[in-house]
């Protein structure tokens, strides 16, 4: 399927300070930014750490085609809701709310970016690991994590090649010949996932 | 060698709108001993169902089905450790965005340590000469990379059998001789079900399925002939299912 070629949160490798950062400095840093996002309440404000963290971006050598990549996918959303914003309270907190919620995609895509995968698995399993005395596995919650990234770029890919499908048959306007295709091969691909994790005897509780 | 038995095993399952279940296998009874065995037979025959049976994906409605011992329903954990599996299609199979991370996904219960993990998916991908692609995404790789990716993965663990289904279907040529080749050099017990029938020639022993149940088992020659025989005799008669 074309659109499946891209990935969700891609590693850039490289040596830069950022790329060198103890992991959960990283964690610690996507969780300021996204506290932040609720605190910054003038978006010149906003503006200027989200200069700030494109700049950090940049230095860690991951590129400015890795940094719209993260960010395109949104921009018809932001669109909506800069505009609906716009029109209820006015410029500068539609500003705000655009460059606020750019924020914490720029620091969830940095992290991701410049931390291989399993150094993250890793990571999310430190972190879900005082939830053990509750009964949770913290290896399902790395599993789980995992599969969203692999998941969501195969669900875009569905979609656009169910988009292509119904554009030959003329159906391009058919709400119903998009949906239904795209909703049964993902249940069919969710089935076939949970299978090869069956198979690989993955995500089944720890002894 | 593994010993896999088979005692009487069926699957039938309920379908909508139909008062009995539908039989995908009836009264199967086998010990798979065999260090090459192949599973020959139409579509729809049952030759996945009878592979499922053997990992526990698919759990037998009748009858029992061990691995060295251990029940496929009773100590599933035990048999896929034992088990590995591969499906025809390694885009279903391969969980992880690139070929290092679902090598490394595939260690993550028998591996604790991050690094030792690391060059132990380095070593198995190194095996199938697949090192230089294994940070590339998955999608990028040709069919025979991502096949021989999945057996990659499914080979990190070291399972003592390795169940292959239809494994060379979606492959070319090219590809199909270098799976073939690979099976050939691994150590595993390998059961594996095929449309390939100089695949099939390759294997000690091969089963035939026909409708849920074993046609013929014996040697790959005399197999490889029943099946040709069994599908002649439906074309001739009509039977175009």
């Known amino acids: 399927m074309r659109g499946h070629g891209f990935l969700l949160a891609n590693y850039v490798p490289g040596t830069s300070l950022i790329h060198r950062m103890p992991l959960w400095l990283k964690f610690l840093l996507v969780l300021a930014c996204g506290m932040a996002s609720f605190l910054i309440v003038d978006w010149r404000l906003a503006a200027a750490a989200l200069g700030v963290l494109c700049g950090l971006f940049l230095l860690s050598g991951a590129g400015p085609v890795r940094l719209f990549r993260a960010v395109r996918p949104l921009l018809p959303i932001l669109l909506v809701i800069g505009a609906f914003q716009w029109w209820q309270l006015g410029g500068p907190v539609a500003a705000r709310i655009v460059l606020n919620i750019l924020l914490c995609v720029v620091a969830a895509s940095l992290l991701t970016a410049t931390t291989p995968l399993h150094r993250l698995l890793d990571g999310v399993v430190s972190l879900a690991r005082p939830f053990r005395r509750f009964g949770a596995d913290p290896e399902r919650f790395a599993l789980t994590i995992a599969i969203m990234l692999r998941s969501i770029p195969f669900i875009a890919g569905a979609f656009s090649d169910v988009r292509d499908s119904a554009r030959a048959r003329g159906l391009e306007r058919n709400p119903r010949a998009l949906v239904l295709p795209v909703f049964i091969t993902t249940v069919a691909y969710a089935r076939h996932t949970g299978e090869a994790l069956a198979a690989r005897g993955l995500g089944e509780p720890e002894d | ?241």
Do not use: C, W
């Open chain 2, 1 to 241: 060698m593994s010993i896999i038995s088979l005692r009487n095993a069926g699957v039938s399952v309920a379908v909508d709108g139909f008062p009995d279940p539908k039989v995908l296998l009836q009264d199967i009874s086998l010990e798979l001993t065999e260090e090459r065995i192949g599973v020959i037979g139409a579509n729809g025959s049952g030759k996945s169902t009878l592979l499922r049976l053997l990992n526990g994906l698919v759990a037998p409605t009748e009858g029992t089905v061990t691995v060295n011992g251990a029940d496929t329903v009773r100590n599933v954990r035990a048999v896929r450790q034992q088990v590995g599996f591969v499906f025809t299609d390694p885009l279903s199979q391969l969980v992880m965005p690139t070929g290092r991370e679902d090598v490394e996904l595939s260690l993550r219960r028998s591996v604790r340590h991050g690094k030792e993990r690391r060059e132990q998916a380095a070593a198995a991908l190194d095996r199938f000469g697949l090192l230089p692609l294994a940070d590339q995404s998955i999608y990028e790789l040709s069919g025979g990379e991502r096949q021989l990716l999945a057996l990659a993965s499914v080979l990190a663990v070291e399972p003592g059998v390795l169940v292959l289904d239809e494994p060379s279907t979606l492959l070319d040529l090219r590809n199909r001789e270098l799976l073939r080749r690979t099976l050939a050099g691994l150590s595993q017990q390998i059961i594996m079900s095929t449309h390939d029938l100089e695949l099939a020639l390759d294997m000690d022993r091969v089963l035939v399925v026909e409708s849920g149940q074993i046609a013929y088992d014996g040697g790959a020659a005399a197999a490889v002939e029943h099946y040709r025989s069994l599908s002649a005799r439906s074309l001739s008669g009509g039977d175009f299912r």
